[in-house]
């Protein structure tokens, strides 16, 4: 059995929570959280943007902290989970690895490429694995790209354009605190940024260009270049003022005998596809791809199982691995220059 410590209760603690009771022969023994109302089993207050509303939760058997160096001290955790504010991920990992658990982080890694260095060579010296939360190749239409473009059937790749746009959450707190979340750089963009990485390997150089808000990136467009000259690749990212579309992302990828497509939005509350999974094949062919429910709970099911597969094998996850969730925060670190510096220059 392997026994797994959640340590932050948010909705994204919820959402985790709820997705190891579907993993066989893994259990949720001890969560750590500061809101001891929460830690009752009372969820009520916890809202997302998907899957579930916070409800009464019977946590008989669940050891329950409200301090980390106590949930470390008194239970024999596998896995330590983090789901904290991005600005504590760091502080919570270092501690967890120190006393040899394995490690899951949400993203972004941390606000400091610096801390994600000092993050996965802690894992390399306690000879940990250390995963990050970077759920998006498990979408369905993130898995089916991935899965196309890495199998080769299509021929090589040869680039692609990424969007992710959402209505300024103006009901979270800190959202566009430097020091606390980063803003849509690091709370949205990140996702984009880690999957170019996993496509593509990494960016020599980008070009941004865009708007800021309270000194960071609030809506921009960059263009990637890459040791391979022959990739062309885009991103599309920020916030927008009107709340009517709450959240856009999308893809369209080339590769040498095909092209894929794919554009979701959620307009006045409901969300549609705008393009659905689509392959444009080489016989002039415009190919509708059906991938199933998506359901996002099932993405994070599978992100997790990864990470449990990760643990039980004590071999690094392909895709969550600390060295490419660490180059997803260099690659935002990257834009974030290009864009203060054109600023500067203009």
Not at 1 to 11: A, D, P, Q, R, Y
Not at 100 to 126: I, T
Not at 259 to 264: P, R, S
Request: net charge negative; with cysteine.
């Amino acid at each position: 059995m392997i026994e797994v410590g959640i340590v932050g209760l948010g909705f994204m603690g919820m959402i985790h929570y709820l997705s190891y009771q579907k993993i066989p022969g893994v259990r949720v023994a001890a969560i750590c959280e500061t809101n001891e109302k929460r830690l009752t089993g009372d969820w009520t207050d916890i809202k997302g943007n998907f899957g579930p509303a916070g409800e009464q939760m019977d946590l008989s058997g669940v050891a329950t902290f409200t301090s980390l160096d106590e949930m470390l001290a008194s239970t024999k955790l596998d896995v330590v989970d983090v789901t904290l504010p991005p600005a504590l991920h760091a502080q919570a990992t270092l501690k967890a690895l120190a006393a040899g658990k394995h490690v899951f982080c949400e993203k972004p890694m941390s606000l400091s490429l610096a801390e994600c260095q000092r993050m996965s060579a802690a894992a390399k010296a306690a000879d940990r694995r250390l995963c990050v939360g970077h759920v998006l190749p498990f979408f369905p239409e993130y898995a089916w790209a991935y899965e196309a473009a890495t199998s080769g059937r299509y021929g090589a790749l040869r680039g692609g354009a990424f969007r992710r746009v959402i209505s300024n959450p103006a009901w979270l707190t800190n959202y566009w605190k430097a020091d606390q979340v980063g803003g849509p750089l690091f709370d949205l963009h990140v996702h984009d940024a880690h999957f170019i990485r996993l496509l593509f390997g990494m960016p020599s150089s980008v070009v941004s260009r865009g708007r800021t808000r309270d000194g960071l990136p609030e809506f921009w467009h960059s263009f990637f270049s890459f040791p391979n000259s022959d990739y062309v690749v885009e991103a599309t990212s920020g916030t927008t003022d009107q709340q009517g579309r709450a959240f856009n992302h999308g893809f369209e990828i080339h590769l040498e005998r095909a092209t894929l497509l794919f554009e979701f939005s959620v307009l006045n509350g409901q969300g549609a596809y705008l393009c659905p999974p689509t392959i444009l094949d080489e016989n002039g062919n415009a190919e509708r791809v059906e991938l199933g429910s998506g359901d996002p709970m099932d993405a994070f099911a599978a992100e997790l199982r990864n990470v449990i597969e990760s643990v039980r094998k004590n071999q690094e996850s392909e895709i969550l691995n600390g060295r490419l969730a660490e180059d997803a925060v260099k690659i935002c670190d990257m834009e974030a220059a290009s864009i203060a510096a054109s600023r500067v220059a203009s």
